[in-house]
């Protein structure tokens, strides 16, 4: 599948360039390998701007459905332009005239590095679901790279990468137009690829006030888990001093963005399904537990603490990455996108401001308190989703088959005689009209799932369709033919 994606989606090395070097833009602030990092540079008020703009951006784009801002080339220019000014002047460490001045910068850089980001989502979305998800791994695993290649790299050299960062993932921002092209010659052997990777995630239904509660809670309490942990970080800064330490702490966040990278490709190979966001509650809301541990621990168990802060943080990414395919088409796409990234953005800035003004041990006990409750309620929204789905699946092993099947029936002896299909084909096209994919077929009629490839090779050519979708439309329009015929000779 990964290579049938590479073959398929046009330029997509730019993309995954691109993207990589905007993630890791976002991050130009903390990155020891190439200044001290301080905790003057987490202040909230430059998040909370953050989190206006956007929130006014999440508004026009309610507003408008079919807005797409980066569809146009000089707002991406204008857009990546703006992004690299502010991301240089940040990452230069140039001394400004005043805290108000720090402050104006620190927001701008804040807004630039976030736009960029969020529009190369934007762009994203029209390669779908799965696609776009790949672009996503494939770009947190170059990041974690550059990351790691940072750590032992000079830092007049690694100051030297870092700037060229907002530079490329601008330039690919403003060039990169999703395409994907599905080869006519030959695509029949890649059929079940092709549908893989057009295969879309299970929506919310949001049908009652339930349901939205459920979809609200999943998506927002990771994101309300991870705030304490900003202030919580600062133990480990003064071990920059040490410049094997730096090393390691560039080297421990480098392999945290790697692990995200393998989990997130796990997820996008094993589990694209209804148990997607499953998944997200069960991994990162344990593992947020035990960073909160590691961080009462800090002076001894930093390198840890650091490695699931960022494992966790680049897999709650490229959760939210994933909000547009999980929220009803009847709204813009971008929009859960961009609410989402503004929860988290302001539940990291509301807990600098708490650590600011509490004394330390009122600071603790609020934050012992949100990481539990939100552990607790993830742990009980999980619950109801296990116990849904499993309700599901017995309906789709047992009267959604039967139902696909009867369907089907007389479609597929229609196709069977008009192309003349051998029995063995037929009997392939039923279970392929019931949605069973090859693996399953071979199983069932205890066969190799190469011989079943083959049949469908010749399913497909026989019948002039070069995937499972296209099957189905056949089978569509072969079931109104039937239908016209029954009520003439009624």
Not at 27 to 53: C, D, W
Not at 216 to 238: D, H, N, T, Y
Not at 242 to 261: E, K, N, P, R, Y
């Amino acid at each position: 599948m990964i290579k049938r994606f590479a073959s398929t989606s046009v330029h997509i090395g730019v993309a995954v360039i691109g993207f990589a070097c905007a993630l890791l833009v976002l991050e130009i602030q903390r990155m020891p390998a190439v200044q001290h990092v301080n905790f003057s540079m987490f202040a909230p008020a430059p998040y909370f701007v953050e989190v206006v703009f956007i929130l006014v951006l999440a508004a026009v784009y309610g507003a408008k459905k079919t807005l797409r801002i980066s569809a146009s080339p000089v707002a991406r220019a204008g857009i990546a332009a703006f992004a690299a000014v502010f991301s240089l002047v940040v990452a230069s460490g140039v001394s400004l005239p005043g805290e108000a001045a720090v402050l104006v910068i620190q927001s701008l850089y804040r807004i630039g590095s976030a736009c960029l980001l969020l529009f190369w989502g934007e762009r994203l979305v029209g390669l779908g679901a799965r696609r776009s998800a790949l672009v996503f791994v494939a770009a947190c695993f170059v990041s974690g790279a550059i990351t790691l290649v940072l750590s032992v790299l000079d830092q007049s050299v690694s100051y030297l990468i870092v700037c060229a960062l907002p530079i490329v993932a601008g330039a690919g921002f403003i060039f990169y137009v999703p395409k994907v092209v599905i080869p006519g010659e030959g695509a029949e052997a890649d059929a079940e690829n092709d549908e893989k990777l057009a295969q879309t995630l299970p929506r919310f239904s949001c049908a009652s006030k339930r349901e939205t509660a459920v979809a609200f809670g999943l998506i927002a309490l990771p994101l309300l888990c991870r705030g304490p942990f900003v202030s919580i970080q600062s133990a480990w800064m003064p071990f920059q001093e040490d410049s094997l330490i730096t090393f390691l702490i560039q080297l421990s966040i480098g392999c945290g963005v790697l692990i995200a990278a393998a989990v997130a490709l796990l997820v996008v190979l094993r589990v694209w399904n209804r148990n997607f966001i499953l998944v997200f509650e069960l991994f990162v809301l344990p593992i947020t537990f035990l960073a909160f541990y590691a961080s009462q621990a800090s002076a001894d168990l930093w390198f840890i603490y650091l490695l699931i802060i960022d494992a966790t943080y680049k897999i709650t990414l490229f959760y939210l990455f994933a909000t547009p395919f999980l929220f009803s088409d009847r709204i813009n796409p971008l929009l859960p996108l961009l609410l989402s990234f503004a929860l988290m953005i302001f539940a990291r800035a509301a807990s600098s401001a708490l650590y600011a003004v509490l004394p330390a041990a009122a600071f603790a006990a609020i934050a012992s308190v949100v990481v539990l409750v939100t552990f607790i309620g993830g742990g009980i929204l999980a619950f109801l989703i296990i116990q849904k789905n499993m309700a599901s699946g017995v309906v789709d092993a047992g009267e959604g088959n039967v139902a696909a099947e009867n369907a089907y029936r007389d479609s597929c002896a229609v196709l069977g005689k008009r192309f003349s299909l051998t029995a063995r084909e037929g009997e392939i096209l039923c279970l392929l009209a019931q949605k069973y994919h090859a693996p399953y077929i071979a199983k069932k009629l205890v066969v190799s799932q190469s011989t079943v490839k083959t049949h469908m090779r010749n399913i497909y050519a026989k019948l002039g369709v070069h995937s499972q979708a296209d099957l189905y439309l056949l089978l569509d329009q072969v079931e109104n033919e039937i239908e016209v015929l029954g009520d003439e000779g009624r």
